[in-house]
Structures are given as C-alpha cells and as structure tokens.
C-alpha cells in the first residue's frame, strides 16, 4: 500500500484533456510549476500523432474535451493528489486532480468518466455512429 500525498495547485496551462501544467504549493513558500498527467483517464489527442487515434474526429474532440477541462480548472484553486516523486515514462507528476463546482470539491477524472470522455468510450462512440457532445 503507497500513501498519498496532498497539495494545493493552480492549473496554469492545460496541454489537453489529461495533461496540465500546475504551479504546486508544497509548503514552505515552494511553488514549482510542473507538468502533470491525470491518473484514471486517457482522453483524446489534440495534435495528430501517428498510432495514437483511429478517427480523424478525435482530435477535434480532444480539443473540446481540453476546453471543458480548461473551463474548470484553469486559474482555480485545485487540491492533488499524488504517490510522492511518481511519474510517468515522460517525467510528467502523475496525480488525482480536485477543483470545486458549488462550493464542493470533485474529482476531476470521476467526473469525465462520468461524462465518456476517456478515449476508449469516444472511440466506441465514434464506430457505432453515436452523436458525441461536450457540454459547455
């Protein structure tokens, strides 16, 4: 069993759906601005990247997907989760990421699930011709 570690952050840049960089309250005055990369959640790509799509659709949803994810959390206070110095093959924090809507605190990767923004769900949704939406 690992523990988690907590912390306070600020979303400065949201590369897309699942990457984002953060300016990271570690206590004693520390704010390091670092890249992270949301656990539980694989969403569409916002750049073409060979290997990394089948439909030519997930991109622009990616983008939309990045959007809402920037209209959430962009420039708001923000709690992490994370393993202490866990990260991915590409350096990146990997980390469970809270924002607040109405005065509570969510998860953020709960709530894209919930929504069918993994790339797994969009893709299925693509090949059975289903309408995909991102709210607003």
């Keep these: 069993m690992f523990e ?5 952050a600020t979303a400065l840049k949201i590369t897309d759906g699942d990457t984002y ?4 309250d ?13 656990l539980g959640i694989d969403t569409p790509e916002v750049k073409k990247y060979a290997g990394r799509y089948i439909y030519e659709e997930e991109i622009e949803i990616g983008k939309q997907i990045a ?9 708001q206070p923000l709690m992490i989760k994370t393993q202490l ?3 991915d093959p590409y350096g990146r924090l990997l980390a469970d990421v809270y924002y ?20 797994k769900t ?4 693509l ?8 709210p607003a």
Aim: hydrophobic residues 40%.
């Design 26 to 38: 570690c206590g004693f005055r520390i704010f390091p601005e670092m890249e992270m990369r949301l």
């Design 67 to 75: 959007l809402w994810v920037s209209n959430r959390i962009l420039n």
């Design 4 to 8: 988690l570690y907590e912390y306070k």
């Design 85 to 87: 110095d866990k990260e």
């Design 100 to 119: 607040q809507e109405n005065g509570i605190w969510v998860n953020l990767t709960e709530r894209m699930l919930e929504l069918g923004f993994d790339k």
């Design 122 to 125: 969009i893709q299925e949704k």
């Design 21 to 24: 960089t953060l300016k990271v």
């Design 127 to 134: 090949a059975s011709s289903t309408t995909i939406e991102i």
